[in-house]
């Protein structure tokens, strides 16, 4: 079962040179080595809450995740990494079940929107996702690649991820009728709705 | 000086017709005849963080919002949008004075708002790239910069800027853009708590 590892933080002021050096030579080539985890996409934020940067690892369990985190190996890179950031924060995701994940190998940008589902309406909104919000957005030419459950961190605990050629289709889908009445019927099963636009750093190969 | 209040808030589950048919006939026309504040835009969050639905009002001065909010007309109003929404707060915005004030008429088209805290260590330098490198640019990629806030009251983050386009195409043009990445991380090396949405009508006033 594919895991997720986020790392959520914003670059301290006058450090990006030595922080885009750090990560693209020590960091990313650290974990990715250890085989625990690969780190698979490093994001910008685009539009949406920050913190700015998002770093993107898959492995194949929890286990692995954790195993990481208690690598000396990690922690040293980590502890290296906390001099150039602030506003760290993490999250491990499980997979719902009702997307099949995907790693797009072109490049892409995201469209990922996350919430908290109301229980009280769980089955339609299941009915909901399989049938019509994972279809439309489809149509709407947003390739779905991910369903997560936030299994330890903050935070909405649902986070589906979207994949796009280009910001530019992604506004485009935004200003559709199709997509505002869409977000209008799963804004009424779920709470705490919001949605960011990512872009790549170019840090990940 | 005109000034601005932000409402937000969700709609509760199952109150979207009473909410549409409350908002359209009671809540903007009932604001607007007070004369006190004219109800300018009504925004979905296509892009960000939640309350999903933003209200936007106008009024002259802070002296005429305290008239409003403090009126029995007003209060009875948002007792009834009370028994709709959740989620709900607002924020009084004054101008920062960098961008020149527009007429109060409802706004159209699509926004894209950025805000943040300036560092207090880097003012002065925020000032100077704000002025010299930061609204020209954002005008140069399309994006018309029509409003410039600081949050008198409310939570911040306390500065918040407007952009508007007519076409979100331009908007999302912009967020590839290498040059508009390079200008963020620069405006992010001076402030601190950074986000931006991006708002699309919510067709109950601004279509």
Known sequence: ????????????????????????????????????????????????????????????????????????????????????????????????????????????FRFNHHYDINYAQYDDYVHFIHNEHLPTMEKLGINMIGGWHVSLGPGPGIVVEGSCASVKHILEVIGSKEYGELTSRLLAMVDGYGSKILAPTGLVP | MPVKLIHYWNIRHGHQTDFDTFFVREFVPQIDITGLMKIVGSWHVASGEGPYFIAEGVSSSVDEVESLIMSPAYLELRDKLFRLVGNYSNKLLVPTGRISERPIEIERGFKFNQHFNINPADYYAYIAFAENEHLPEM?????????????????????????????????????????????????????????????????????
């Not at chain 1, 690969?38 to 492995?59: C, D, F, N, R, T």
């Not at chain 2, 994006?143 to 800027?161: K, L, Q, S």
């Not at chain 2, 950074?194 to 279509?207: A, T």
């Open chain 1, 1 to 108: 079962m594919t895991v997720k590892f986020i790392q959520y933080y914003d670059v301290l002021s006058g450090k990006d040179e030595e922080y885009r050096n750090f990560i693209s030579k020590s960091y990313i080539p650290g974990i990715n080595e250890t085989d625990l985890i690969q780190i698979v996409g490093s994001w910008y934020l685009a539009a949406g809450e920050g913190p700015y940067h998002i770093m993107e690892g898959v492995a194949d369990s929890v286990k692995s995740v954790h195993r990481l985190l208690l690598l000396d190996d990690f922690k040293k890179l980590n502890h290296l990494l906390h001099f150039l950031i602030t506003n760290y924060k993490t999250k491990i995701m499980v997979p719902t079940g009702t997307v099949e994940s995907q790693l797009p190998r072109e490049t892409n």
């Open chain 2, 139 to 207: 005008q140069r990629f399309g994006v018309e910069m029509v409003g410039g806030w600081h949050v008198d009251v409310g939570a911040t983050p306390y500065v918040i800027f407007e952009g508007r386009t007519t076409d979100l195409s331009v908007i999302g043009e912009m967020l590839e853009n290498p040059d508009y990445q390079a200008l963020t991380l620069k405006l992010l090396s001076m402030v601190s708590n950074y986000g931006c949405k991006v708002l699309v009508p919510s067709g109950h006033i601004n279509k």
